[in-house]
C-alpha cells in the first residue's frame, strides 16, 4: 500500500549513480624529464641495436647524447635507468639502480614521450617496483660474503650490500648473515642464499 508507493518515490528521487571518472591520460611536461638516462640491455637479442635505437631516441628529447650512459656501471648522476620492455634481466645495473632507489623504467616509456612532444611520468612505465626507503633495505644486517655466483664477483655483491645499508664484515664471527659460505658458522650467523640478499635490495619482503 501506501509505504511501497513511499518507498518507490523515494527510490525515483535518488539521483542516478555518476559514471566512473575517466583517468585523465598523462601530459607531457618538463618536470618529468631526466637529468641522465641509463641503459640496461640484459642479455640475447641485438643488444647493439637496442642500445642504439634508445640512445638515439632519447638523445633527441634531451637535445644532449652526453645525457644518455650506457656503460657497465650506473653513473653517479642517472636519474632513470632504461630496461627493453619484454627483457626484465636482474643485471648489476638493475640492482644498484634499486639500492639506490634510481627508477627502472621500460623502454616504452621513451617512445611514448617522443610521440607526445615531451617527457611523460615515468611512473607509467615502470619495470620494477618503486623501493620504499633505498639505502635502508639492508640496514642492521652484518654480511660476511665468501663468493657470489650471480654477480660478476663477490666484491660487487658486498658493494651493493653497501648500497642498500648493510654492513661487510671480514669474519664470520662478527656476522649475522652469511653468503657463499659452507663451513661453520658457531650458531650465530644464517647461513643465507644470494638471490634473498638481491630479492631484499630489490625491496621484496620475508
Known sequence: GG??????????AKPAAK???KKRPSKPSKANAPKMLA????SGGDRDEWLRRVRDTAAALLGD??????GDSLPQAATHLVVPDDNHVRTRKVL???????????????NAS???GGWLPCADF??????ERPGTQLVGKRFFVASSHVLESKEQLEGLIRLAGGEVVATVSRATHTVGYAGPTGGRAKKTAEEWVLDRVEGKRE
Open 3 to 12: 509505504a511501497r508507493k513511499r518507498k518507490a518515490a523515494a527510490a525515483a
Open 19 to 21: 559514471p566512473a571518472a
Open 39 to 42: 641503459l640496461s640491455y640484459g
Open 65 to 70: 647524447a652526453k645525457a644518455v650512459a650506457f
Open 96 to 110: 644498484v639502480a634499486a639500492a639506490r632507489g634510481v627508477p627502472v623504467v621500460k623502454e616504452g616509456w621513451v
Open 114 to 116: 617522443l610521440e607526445a
Open 126 to 131: 615502470l619495470a620494477r617496483p618503486k623501493v
